[in-house]
T-cell receptor, first 113, second 114 residues
Framework: GQQLNQSPQSMFIQEGEDVSMNCTSSSIFNTWLWYKQDPGEGPVLLIALYKAGELTSNGRLTAQFGITRKDSFLNISASIPSDVGIYFCAGALSGGSNYKLTFGKGTLLTVNP | GAVVSQHPSRVICKSGTSVKIECRSLDFQATTMFWYRQFPKKSLMLMATSNEGSKATYEQGVEKDKFLINHASLTLSTLTVTSAHPEDSSFYIC??????????FGEGSRLTVL
C-alpha cells in the first residue's frame, strides 16, 4: 500500500524560529492535508491542498503540494509556544466511492519560550 | 470548517462489557465516516470506513465482530467495542468527509478497559 514518510520525527526550537516539515510518498496523491493534534484531542485541519504546485497559507502556516504529487511541506513562521503539538500530513487519492486517507507518522514540535 | 462531535470523550469499563462511541456531524451531512485508533505517540490507524445505509468496510486485521459500526443516518455513526478487553484500551477517533475531500475529526474518545 501507499507509504508516507514524514520528517523530522521531532523538533525542538526556540520561540520565534521558523519551522519546516515535509512528507514524501511512494505514489501520487490528489489531495494533501495537514493536521495538528494536541494531547488527548482529535486532529485539527490546518491546510488542505488540491492541485500539484499549489501553495496555500493560513496565518503563519504555509503548505505546498509538490509538483510530482508525491510530496508536500508545511512551514510555520515565527513560532510561538502554542504551536507545540504533533503535526500530521495526510494524503488521499480518491476516485468514485473509494476514498482513503494515508497519514504520516507525525512530527512532534516543541517550542521553548 | 465542518464540526464533528464525538461522545463520550472518556469511558472506563470492565472487561467483558460493551462500549458504544458516537460520532456526529453537526453542521453537514456525511455519507462517509471513518473510524481510527491511535496508540500513544503513534499515528492514526484506520479501522473502518462507515457508509450510511450500508455495511462498513473494515481494514485488514480489524475484527468486524469485535468493532461493530453502524451508520444509520447521514449525521451519526457509532462504534461499539464488544466484549472489551484491556488490550482494546486506546484512543478512538472518528472523522467525516465533506464533498471537497477534506476530512474533519471528532475530539476523540479515550477507552480504558479494566
Amino acid at each position: 500500500g501507499q507509504q508516507l514518510n514524514q520528517s523530522p520525527q521531532s523538533m525542538f526550537i526556540q520561540e520565534g524560529e521558523d519551522v519546516s516539515m515535509n512528507c514524501t510518498s511512494s505514489s501520487i496523491f490528489n489531495t494533501w492535508l495537514w493536521y495538528k493534534q494536541d494531547p488527548g484531542e482529535g486532529p485539527v485541519l490546518l491546510i488542505a491542498l488540491y492541485k500539484a504546485g499549489e501553495l496555500t497559507s493560513n496565518g503563519r502556516l504555509t503548505a505546498q503540494f509538490g509538483i510530482t504529487r508525491k510530496d508536500s511541506f508545511l512551514n510555520i513562521s515565527a513560532s510561538i509556544p502554542s504551536d507545540v503539538g504533533i503535526y500530521f500530513c495526510a494524503g488521499a487519492l480518491s476516485g468514485g466511492s473509494n476514498y482513503k486517507l494515508t497519514f504520516g507518522k507525525g512530527t512532534l514540535l516543541t517550542v521553548n519560550p | 470548517g465542518a464540526v464533528v462531535s464525538q461522545h463520550p470523550s472518556r469511558v472506563i469499563c470492565k472487561s467483558g462489557t460493551s462500549v458504544k462511541i458516537e460520532c456526529r456531524s453537526l453542521d453537514f451531512q456525511a455519507t462517509t465516516m471513518f473510524w481510527y485508533r491511535q496508540f500513544p505517540k503513534k499515528s492514526l490507524m484506520l479501522m473502518a470506513t462507515s457508509n450510511e445505509g450500508s455495511k462498513a468496510t473494515y481494514e485488514q486485521g480489524v475484527e468486524k465482530d469485535k468493532f461493530l459500526i453502524n451508520h444509520a443516518s447521514l449525521t451519526l455513526s457509532t462504534l461499539t467495542v464488544t466484549s472489551a478487553h484491556p488490550e482494546d484500551s486506546s484512543f478512538y477517533i472518528c472523522s467525516a468527509k465533506v464533498y471537497t475531500g477534506e476530512l474533519f475529526f471528532g475530539e476523540g474518545s479515550r477507552l480504558t478497559v479494566l
